[in-house]
């Protein structure tokens, strides 16, 4: 596609439920990252996936995050058992992957805003 | 880890002002980028810019890798260029992010 897109732009949900959010990379960038941005707030780095392995899962903040690409393209970050505390915006990021991946210009979604009652 | 410090935290100017905004970095790094994030969220890759100076149109970046800072130009600024200013750097596989600056440019 012409750009990153992410789906859904917004979530509501409840305390507890669990929660799959979407990212679309631009076509043939083989690096992808999710960050989370609370209000206010700078980007917080979750996790990074060169084609479908991720060499960086640091930045997940419990086991209850988890995340996963198929087919080098889409990725769908997975929340269980969501906290108030979840409750931010959910950035994807996408780039062409041949430099290291975070040595190149990343190209962000929307975003997807989750809110956890 | 590598620290990222951005000032001026906010900044408001009249339309047609011209604005330098700083980010200093703890540490030597070989990535570092400038985003805009507008007022409704969009982030968008200014400048990829690890040492040297760059220029587009109203923007210009200069990084000066051996004293760990890069200034953002934004010149004759519209009120478009209102949003947040972020720089990042490349530690490993992660971009880490400064805090920002909140830029608000008045009509």
């Known amino acids: 596609g012409a750009g990153v897109s992410q789906s859904p732009s917004n979530k509501v949900t409840e305390k507890g439920k669990d929660v799959e959010l979407r990212c679309d990379p631009i076509?043939?960038?083989?690096?992808l990252y999710w960050y989370r941005q609370s209000l206010g707030q700078g980007l917080e780095f979750l996790i990074y996936?060169?084609?479908?392995?991720?060499?960086?899962k640091s930045g997940l903040p419990s086991d209850r995050f988890s995340a996963e690409r198929t087919g080098g393209s889409v990725s769908t970050l997975t929340i269980q058992r969501t906290q108030q505390e979840d409750s931010a915006v959910y950035l994807c990021?996408?780039?062409?992957?041949?430099?290291?991946?975070?040595?190149?210009?990343?190209?962000f979604g929307p975003g997807t805003r989750l809110l956890v009652l | 880890g590598i620290q990222v410090e951005q000032s001026p935290p906010d900044l408001i100017l009249q339309e047609g002002a011209n604005s330098t905004l700083r980010c200093n970095f703890s540490?030597?790094?070989?990535?570092l980028q400038w985003f805009h994030q507008n007022p409704w969220g969009q982030l968008i890759n200014l400048f990829y810019i690890p040492s040297g100076t760059k220029q587009n149109g109203r923007l210009s970046a200069t990084t000066v890798a051996t004293e760990r800072y890069s200034l953002l130009y934004i010149s004759s600024s519209q009120t478009t260029d209102s949003g947040v200013y972020f720089c990042a750097v490349a530690s490993n596989y992660q971009l880490i992010w400064g805090a920002g600056t909140k830029l608000i440019i008045k009509p």
């Open positions: 076509s043939g960038h083989t690096a």
């Open positions: 540490d030597s790094v070989n990535n």
């Open positions: 990021a996408s780039s062409l992957g041949l430099a290291g991946g975070y040595q190149e210009t990343q190209y």
């Open positions: 996936f060169q084609g479908n392995s991720a060499p960086d």
